[in-house]
């Protein structure tokens, strides 16, 4: 039919014998160009299990960008958000991690995120009590309200250089978080919620240290106090 001989470039539509129909002008007859038929990707918020990360996803936009959903169990102890994940040939960038994505799994001890997500959704990894260690991926600009409320074992965490926003609550109840670096240059008032910081590293104020870039110094020594950190703990650069 039309749509068979349309996926074929001008040397293969005659190499394969087809005659033109009589309502297709030479004109019309495909050129060079490949044709991929649009019909072939998923649409926008397909939603799909991808076996080698183990976890769900759903389609942002058509054949280029995926949400990560959640894990397809809630009992791993490491979850890795991959760069790309593979569905039906077509390959995607994992841009965003859905709020709620691992709310409260109770033995996730390991979280390492790719380079591809721009935003960590709310409550993504609320009251995950086991987790410890947390890799930021590179290209994070947000990191959503409440993302790491109440990860009570949670010690230390670096917030990448692309972070712009911070939610509200974001590291609330955080109560063994004593290290943190951040390198990003472009947190103000404004850009961080409302008690991100708050009760964090409550077992031992005095042993709070967050590195700040050198230039920010006095700055975010003002609004990490702003928004709950308490007045006990370092800032250094």
């Known amino acids: 039919g039309y749509a068979q001989m349309r996926t074929l470039n001008r040397t293969q539509w005659v190499e394969n014998g087809f005659e033109l129909p009589e309502d297709v002008t ?3 007859a495909p050129d060079d160009t490949e044709y991929e038929e649009e019909d072939d990707l998923p649409e926008e918020g397909t939603e799909f ?7 769900n996803y759903e389609s942002l936009v058509e054949g280029e960008e995926v949400i990560f959903v959640k894990p397809d ?4 102890t490491k979850i890795t958000i991959p760069n790309t994940v593979t569905y039906e040939g077509v390959t ?3 841009t965003e991690i859905a709020d709620n994505a691992c709310k409260g799994n109770s033995k996730l001890k ?7 997500v721009n935003t960590i959704g709310t409550r993504a990894f609320y009251g995950c009590k086991k987790l410890t260690k947390v890799t930021i991926g590179s290209n994070v600009e ?5 993302a790491f409320q109440s990860c009570i074992a949670l010690k230390k965490i670096t917030i990448p250089a692309s972070v ?5 609550k974001a590291f609330y109840g955080c109560k063994k978080l004593m290290n943190m670096t951040i390198k990003s240059t472009e947190l103000t008032n404004d850009s961080v919620g409302k008690s991100a910081f708050k009760n964090m590293g409550s077992s031992n104020y005095k042993k709070v240290t967050i590195k700040v870039p050198k230039k920010q110094l006095n700055a975010y020594k003002k609004t990490l106090v702003k928004r709950g950190l308490s007045k006990k703990a370092k800032v250094t650069k």
């Open 73 to 76: 169990k809630k009992t791993y």
């Open 142 to 146: 947000e990191i959503g309200n409440s």
């Open 49 to 55: 299990t991808d076996s080698a990360s183990k976890a």
């Open 110 to 116: 390991t979280v390492v995120i790719g380079s591809n």
């Open 164 to 168: 712009t926003d911070i939610g509200s």
């Open 92 to 94: 995607y960038k994992v």
């Open 26 to 28: 030479e004109s019309d």
